[in-house]
């Protein structure tokens, strides 16, 4: 557990160390006015980050010295496959909505999105569940479209 | 503040928002998981239609309510419903399971209600002094308060400081995405038109508050649904804090304190209340197995620190905690300024806020007591219904804001963001709070270098700027420095 915490922690700390220092370079293309706070802010970034990242790979190290067979390897194993599972079907529900909700409008693509859930969790999904998925469904439109008048898509029938 | 501006609460419209808010969040703080961030972010949306000062009093009443509600929870199966009742259970907990829940209930609610008028009249009588203070403060003063603010932040994240800076720093740096305030130069959109007005804000929050919690949520695998019995003594409960005054008055000053200093808020606030009391109570051993004055002096010092949390964001735009941040977005949704200048020429917005604070803890007492059987009901939401309801009013808010679907596509993709970011020990309240600061601490640096004809000495210059400046550096030492005086203290004590 403590292995892929620190191997979590130095991929992110890098991936910002190197975030800030594409920011970094890019201030610099920038007139004076423009570049002197972001290049104070993207420099100290940069040396936070880097400080983070090297204070994982640091931990790693002393595990895998310390004879922790797993510190080098044990990253890359999937553990937890049904998180992995739930959240490829909840990225695909809303891929489906953001798409369904141009060509059949906001209540009928919401309703098919909140009804995905109890899938996408793994539960059976039962008539009564429908009732309830619809209630909320209309009881955010109704908020939102009619009482503070934002216009939801309406689909190819407007 | 004339009483009149405080009377601009109790309109129909407003006191119905302050009815929907607190009821609403007493329900979303009673469910675990989801928190008096979540619960804001939720309404955030909503307020873009609504007048500024009705916008703020419903998302007063949330911010009250779910403060509040997290107690249920606490107190009924054990969960807090937010971190800020986690010292609850400690107490609450077992004296439902000794069959006095409703007991229970009925401290917490009038022991929040009172907490939470006090801190508000702190908060109506503090503000001005504040704000007269502020009103000799320039660029330099500023630019420091802003670093002060960063410094605390950090030292409060959770896991810790050198995690908090990164967060406190990224929130700044994502800060100077779009035109410069300064030069009107785009800055790091990289070709993309929907940066070039800036980072938007309420999509960002609704993708790093909102959705990385629906993903965490969906991470684990519990759909086991938790359950909690009301009994009866409500109405006793509720009488029970008059007969600890003095732990009582002690605790909402321990919340007021804690709550105005930046980055610490409820959380802490509840935790040094329930300690000093126990500390000095005649029979400490009780507290943890059922003692109801820890549930006075915890529930008090919690609801206290709300109103006072807003005390940093109002008077000097520095927002204290994500909430103050997000209340600091909805005043900037609506072209309104938080700091000083939010005194001088919005003083009916305010006034009507504040009044719309003091309705939401009246309204607390009878939503809390008469609606207990309800909220203790209402923790046992299916676990779909409650991410199905999460998810579609974020893409619903993240779609009112601009009426865009590129809101909602970003608002989807920071929600994984946020989550690795949280699951990688970063804070993303911090992030936030950065987020709000750099703009004001960029145009307070800018300001000063101009003023300053380009010297970095001009900012050290003022005896304020620097007293910020001392403080943070000492609040960001403060780890070590107090590691040596300890160790240094074992030491004496080894060679005694």
Not at chain 2, 117 to 123: F, H, K, P, V
Not at chain 2, 433 to 439: E, H, M, Q, S, T
Request: hydrophobic share 55%; net charge positive; with cysteine.
């Amino acid at each position: 557990m403590e292995t892929r915490r620190h191997w979590l922690g130095l991929f992110v700390s890098l991936a910002l160390m190197v975030m800030s220092l594409v920011f970094l370079v890019e201030a610099f293309g920038y007139p004076t006015l423009a570049r002197r706070y972001p290049v104070v802010i993207a420099a100290f970034l940069a040396a936070v980050t880097f400080l983070d990242a090297l204070r994982h790979g640091l931990s790693l190290y002393r595990l895998h010295r310390n004879g922790d067979p797993g510190a080098l390897t044990e990253a890359f194993k999937v553990r937890n496959a049904a998180a992995l599972r739930r959240w490829a079907f909840f990225a695909l529900a809303v891929i489906s909505y953001l798409v369904l909700i141009r060509f059949v409008g906001y209540l009928l693509s919401s309703l098919l999105l909140t009804c995905a859930f109890p899938f996408i969790l793994g539960e059976k999904t039962r008539w009564a569940s429908f009732l309830v998925f619809a209630s909320i469904t209309a009881f955010i439109y109704v908020v939102f479209a009619v009482l503070l008048h934002v216009p939801l898509p309406g689909g190819v029938w407007g | 503040m004339d009483i009149s501006y405080l009377l601009g609460a109790l309109s129909l419209q407003n006191v119905l928002m302050v009815l929907l808010g607190t009821a609403c969040g007493i329900a979303l703080g009673a469910l675990p998981g989801v928190g008096t961030i979540l619960s804001v972010t939720l309404f955030l949306p909503f307020t873009f239609s609504l007048r500024p000062e009705t916008g703020l009093i419903l998302l007063g009443g949330v911010f009250s309510g779910a403060v509040y509600g997290g107690s249920i929870s606490a107190i009924l199966v054990n969960l807090p419903g937010t971190a800020a009742n986690a010292v609850t259970s400690l107490d609450g907990h077992p004296l439902a399971a000794q069959g006095k829940a409703g007991f229970a209930l009925g401290i917490s609610t009038v022991s929040s209600a009172l907490g939470g008028l006090a801190g508000t009249l702190a908060l109506i009588f503090i503000s001005p002094l504040l704000v007269n203070l502020a009103l000799q403060f320039g660029p330099r003063e500023y630019f420091m308060l802003a670093l002060m603010g960063i410094a605390m932040i950090a030292r409060a994240a959770p896991q810790d400081t050198l995690k908090g800076l990164v967060s406190g720093g990224l929130g700044l740096l994502v800060g100077t995405v779009g035109l410069s305030s300064l030069s009107a130069y785009p800055r790091f959109t990289f070709g993309l038109e929907y940066f070039y007005g800036g980072i938007p804000l309420v999509p960002t929050v609704i993708g790093l508050f909102g959705l990385s919690e629906v993903i965490m949520m969906l991470r684990l695998s519990d759909n086991v649904v938790p359950t909690g019995k009301l009994s009866g003594g409500v109405l006793e409960g509720a009488l029970y804090p008059f007969s600890r005054l003095y732990t009582l008055i002690k605790s909402i000053v321990i919340g007021i304190g804690i709550g105005a200093i930046p980055g610490v808020g409820g959380e802490v606030s509840n935790t040094v209340a329930y300690m000093e009391a126990k500390r000095a109570a005649a029979h400490p051993e009780r507290y943890g197995e059922g003692e109801p004055e820890g549930l006075v002096a915890a529930e008090s010092a919690n609801n206290a620190s709300v109103s006072s949390s807003l005390i940093p964001m109002l008077t000097l735009g520095i927002p204290g905690s994500a909430v103050a941040a997000l209340f600091s977005g909805a005043l900037l949704i609506h072209g309104l300024r938080p700091g000083r200048n939010f005194f001088t020429d919005n003083l009916d917005i305010a006034g009507a806020f504040f009044g719309g604070l003091v309705v939401a803890n009246v309204m607390l007492v009878f939503l809390g007591l008469i609606g207990a059987p309800f909220w203790a009901r209402s923790i046992r939401v299916p676990k779909p219904y409650l991410l199905g309801a999460i998810t579609l009013l974020c893409f619903t808010g993240a779609f009112a804001v601009h009426n865009s679907f590129l809101d909602v596509v970003y608002a989807f993709i920071l929600g994984f963001v946020g989550y690795l970011l949280r699951r990688s020990g970063y804070s993303i309240a911090s992030f936030l709070i950065g987020l709000v600061i750099g703009g004001i601490a960029e145009e307070a640096f800018g300001q000063g270098m101009l003023i300053g004809r380009g010297s970095p000495l001009y900012f050290v210059e003022s005896p304020w700027a620097v007293a910020f400046l001392f403080v943070s550096v000492l609040i960001l030492l403060q780890p070590w420095i107090t590691g040596i005086v300890q160790s240094r203290r074992q030491e004496r004590s080894a060679n005694d």
